[in-house]
């Protein structure tokens, strides 16, 4: 679907082929304090530590974190990379179903310029 097809049928009901709303999952997928922020963070540097991320997105928490990054990972938005080394190193990058998400990111750029001082 265009946008202008979009634009044309906001306003009736626009339905999946199983006839689900299609913003729905997309917003249950990205809701959330932080993932947005980890997502962007991605979107900026690739790939990132554990410890990198932590370092941008004060004040969060270990386990805010850790549990962020398990949910985008199970929605394949980003990928985790574990070398087997010592001391033990991870890593974290978007897959290409998030990298999907740039021009989304370019979007609410757009519209945070415009709206927001």
Do not use: H
């Amino acid at each position: 679907m265009t946008y202008e097809e979009f634009k044309e049928k906001v306003g009736s009901v626009i339905l999946t082929d199983d006839g689900n709303c299609p913003v729905t999952p997309v917003v249950q997928m990205l809701q959330g304090k932080w993932k947005l922020q980890i997502l962007y963070e991605l979107c900026i540097k690739c790939p990132m530590r554990f410890g990198e991320l932590k370092k941008m997105l004060k004040p969060i928490t270990n386990t805010a974190l850790t549990n962020a990054l398990k949910e985008l990972e199970a929605d394949d938005l980003i990928q985790r990379i574990q070398y087997n080394e010592m001391p033990l190193r991870v890593e974290y990058s978007l897959t290409l179903k998030g990298q999907d998400l740039l021009p989304v990111f370019y979007a609410i750029m757009q519209w945070g310029i415009k709206y927001i001082p």
